[in-house]
C-alpha cells in the first residue's frame, strides 16, 4: 500500500488519463463500517479489472464542518487508518493537508447544490452549508483522483442521493456505488463520533435504531413519524427531524420506495441514522 500526502505524488504513481480505481473518500477515525467500504471497493477494481485498485482518502474537510468546534476536535487515529486501509486491501491512501486540497492561490470551485441537498427540515437545515462543503471537497477529490468508481456509505443516506445527484449533473462518469451501513451489537450504527458518547448515552443511544424498528409496524408515514419521534423522546434524545420520505427525492411522498430517516442529539453528540421503510 502506497501513502501519498501531495496530489502530485497521486498523479505520478497511477494510471495517465485516470478511471482506473475505485474510490472510497473519508475523514479518518476509520471503523469497521470504512473497512467495509473498502473491502467492496477492492472488489469493484478486482471485478472490473482497474490497475490502480482501490484508493482511500483521509481529509478532515473543513468547509463541510458548520460548528468549529466539531471541526477541532473530530477525532484522529491515522496510524491506525492507515493498518485499517492496507488491512482491507487497500492499494493507495491519500492523505492530504489543507493546502493540497485547497492551494490559497487557486480557488477550488463549489458546484451547484443538487436539489435533494435543500429539502426542507433535513440536513440543509439544521446544518447550513454542510452539503455545499460536501460536495466542494467530493467533487475536488473525484478530479483529483479520477475514479471509475466510488463508494459511499448508505449510513449518510441523504448525503449519498446528493453525491449520486451532483455526479450525474457533473455529467461525472463516476459509478457510485453504496455500502451498508455496519452497526455495533445492539443496532447503534458505527460512527467516528460514538467515541464521545459515554457508556449511558450509548445505551441512550440505542433508542435511533429501535425507533427505526419501531417505524416499520406503522401503516402510513405520518404514523411512523410519530412512532419515531415518542420512541426517541421517551429516552430523552433532542429529535432534530424523525422523517419518512420518499427514497430518492427526499421529498415527502405518498408512494414509495420511502426511507425512515433520524438526526438526534445526545449533549454535544450528534447521531444519525436511517432504514428502508414499507407500509406495514
Ligand atoms: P466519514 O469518514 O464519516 O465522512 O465517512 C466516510 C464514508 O463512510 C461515508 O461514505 C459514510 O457514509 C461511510 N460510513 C460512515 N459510517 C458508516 C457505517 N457505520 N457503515 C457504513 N458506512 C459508513
Known sequence: ?????????????????????????TMGALHEGHASLIRKAVAVARDRNLDDGCVVSIFVNPTQFNEQADFTRYPKTIEADLSLCEAAGASVVYAPGVEDVYPTDEGVEVPPLPAVATRPSLEDALRPGHFAGVCQVVKRLFDLVRPLAAVFGEKDWQQLQVIRAMTRDLRYPIDIIAGETIREQGGLAMSSRNVFLSPEDRQRALAISQALCESWSAKTPADAERLMRSE????????EYAVVRHAESLEPAASGPHRALIAARMGSVRLIDNSEWRPA
Open 1 to 25: 500500500m502506497i501513502l501519498c500526502t501531495r496530489h502530485k505524488d497521486l498523479a505520478r504513481i497511477m494510471a495517465p488519463g485516470g478511471r482506473r480505481c475505485a474510490f472510497v473518500p
Open 232 to 239: 426517541l423522546e421517551k429516552r430523552d434524545l433532542a429529535v
